[in-house]
């Protein structure tokens, strides 16, 4: 088995499916963690968290088979997200964050993982984050995903996009890092800045470039329960399946199976994650 160090921001969602709320649910870099063990890998979780997270929350993932042992534990609140799902799965805007949310995640820096890792998973992170993570990566596979807010900061994220293996943005975040509105365009700029670019197109599927070789996999989508990290659940079994040196084609499969069980739940709940509403300890 593969060992994968899942480095990235953990948080506390509230998630809103059709008017009714779901309270405290896991989310951000633990949907990467749970699709990436259910995949195969043995999984080694690197994210700072605050003191409103719940312990019980560890020992579910500890029984998920992912090792939070490098979880630290620091002052202040966890990272937390409101997401709004109306009827045609439409989300809010992300690439607009308050304050509060930049205090978080100048406070919560995803603790470093060591070297010596089979592989890398680094999730939505800063982009100076994302390069000093890289600086430990070096010998093991790299992986990164970003999101709307990080991939505004293109000139910086750009720089460290050479040194990583694969990179596996959303469309719309390819989008804002090129500054390019046609799609085709977009992807083809990108995929050159990138040894392995796999964009992750919604609904569309999944198109993966490398070495100038495009692979389209197109999918029948499913109605989404909650749309809620079906990109981090992507990108955890595509990282498992490069680990097990799948073929490009079967890794894609994998990749984009992972993302229509993620939309299948609410929250993490397609991998064993237990919703527990009105629990003490939140
Ligand atoms: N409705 C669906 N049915 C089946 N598969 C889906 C559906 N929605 C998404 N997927 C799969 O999940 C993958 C990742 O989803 P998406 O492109 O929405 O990622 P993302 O924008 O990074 O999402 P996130 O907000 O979770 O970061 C898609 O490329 C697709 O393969
Ligand atoms: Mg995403």
């Known amino acids: 088995m593969a060992r994968l160090a899942v480095v990235g921001y953990a948080s506390i969602d509230t998630i809103v499916v059709e008017g009714k709320p779901h309270r405290t649910i896991g989310g951000g870099a633990v949907y990467a963690a749970l699709s990436a063990a259910r995949y195969g890998s043995e999984v080694s979780l690197h994210v700072a968290v ?18 939070t042992s490098s979880v630290e534990r620091r002052s202040g609140g966890t990272r937390r997200a409101l997401l709004h799902y109306g009827g045609r799965e439409e989300r809010i805007a992300s690439t607009e964050r308050d304050a509060a949310w930049w205090d978080r995640t100048r406070s919560l820096t995803p603790p470093l993982p060591r070297k010596g890792f089979d592989g890398y998973l680094l999730c939505p992170m800063p982009p100076e984050t994302l390069a000093e993570c890289l600086s430990r990566a070096s010998g093991g596979l790299s ?11 293109g000139a910086s994220l ?40 796999v964009a992750k197109r919604g609904r569309a599927g999944l ?7 495009r692979l389209d996999h197109t ?26 040196d799948l073929s490009p084609g079967q890794q894609l499969r994998t990749a984009a199976q992972a993302g229509a069980e993620a939309v299948g739940a609410i929250g993490p709940g397609a991998f064993g994650w237990q919703i527990r509403q009105n629990s003490k300890e939140l």
């Not at 390019?180 to 800045?193: G, K």
């Open 143 to 153: 992986v990164a995903d970003t999101s709307e807010v990080f991939a505004l900061d």
């Open 50 to 67: 605050g003191e409103d997270f719940p312990t019980h929350w560890l020992r579910q993932l500890e029984a998920l088979n992912i090792d």
């Open 207 to 213: 198109t993966r470039f490398a070495k100038g070789e």
């Open 219 to 244: 999918i029948t989508p499913r109605t989404a329960i909650d749309p809620t990290g079906a990109g981090d659940a992507t990108v955890g079994a595509l990282t498992t399946a490069l680990l097990a």
């Open 158 to 197: 750009k720089k460290a996009l050479g040194r990583l293996d694969v990179f596996a943005p959303s469309l719309e975040e390819i989008r804002l890092l090129t500054g390019r509105h046609d799609d085709e365009e977009a992807l083809q700029t990108l995929s050159h800045l990138v040894p392995i670019l």
